[in-house]
């Protein structure tokens, strides 16, 4: 798949309330704006399928089993990427995605303390070794997270505050990898904004055919 790919793939990260979805869908419609075309995709989610098991994992009622979650997660995945992020890349088109594999590191991987090499494994199998171009994470503290949040918590926001700064730790270590753009979640969202436009200029310059004036 790699080697056929010609689409730019752009995802967003972060603890629950870190901005992310924000930016994700500022970055879209900007780049709509400017003429380009975009997906724009969740995690979970994005198909039928998908949407369903979302349902599953997020609802409040359940009890899942930590493995139960992982293989949930990489289930909607498999499918989102077979059907809707394969397709556009080939077309040519930019993925902006609001959570990919990295969310399943951090959360199953350090916030659940499920084995980091085997979900590797499980992150290239679903995603059908396909990685991110750019991934910008927004690091925010857990009462700034807190704060930002809905008022009916879903299963995974109503974790407490050692699960996600074990999440929080998961995603900032993903800092040093050159695709990776750490940011902090607490600036202005029109300044975070600004700063994922330049990357992504910067990024799409150096690509033929997607050049930015």
């Known amino acids: 798949m790699e080697k056929k790919r010609k689409g730019l793939f752009i995802t967003f990260e972060g603890i629950d309330g870190c901005g992310k979805t924000t930016q994700a869908r500022l970055a879209a419609r900007w780049l709509k704006r400017i003429g380009k075309s975009v997906l724009f995709i969740r995690e979970p989610g994005g198909t039928t399928v998908s949407e369903r098991i979302r349902r599953v994992l997020l609802d409040r009622r359940l009890e899942i089993d930590p493995y139960t979650e992982l293989l949930l997660y990489e289930g909607a995945r498999a499918q989102l990427t077979s ?85 929080r730790k998961g995603f900032k270590s993903l800092a040093g990898r050159r695709r990776v753009v750490l940011l902090d979640g607490r600036l202005p969202v029109a300044k975070l904004h600004e700063e994922v436009k330049t990357r992504v200029k910067r990024r799409l310059n150096g690509r033929g055919g997607y050049g930015i004036g």
Not at 122 to 127: Q, T, Y
């Open 83 to 167: 059907e809707r992020i394969i397709p556009a890349l080939n077309r040519n088109e930019i993925v902006v995605a609001d959570r990919f594999f990295d969310s399943t590191t951090a959360y199953q991987g350090y916030g659940r303390g499920l084995d980091r090499t085997l979900i590797s494994h499980l992150n290239r199998f679903a995603g059908r070794k396909i990685s991110p171009d750019i991934t910008f994470v927004f690091d925010v503290d857990y009462q700034t997270s807190l704060l930002r949040r809905r008022a009916r918590p879903d299963r995974l926001e109503k974790e407490k505050r050692a699960f996600f700064q074990r999440v």
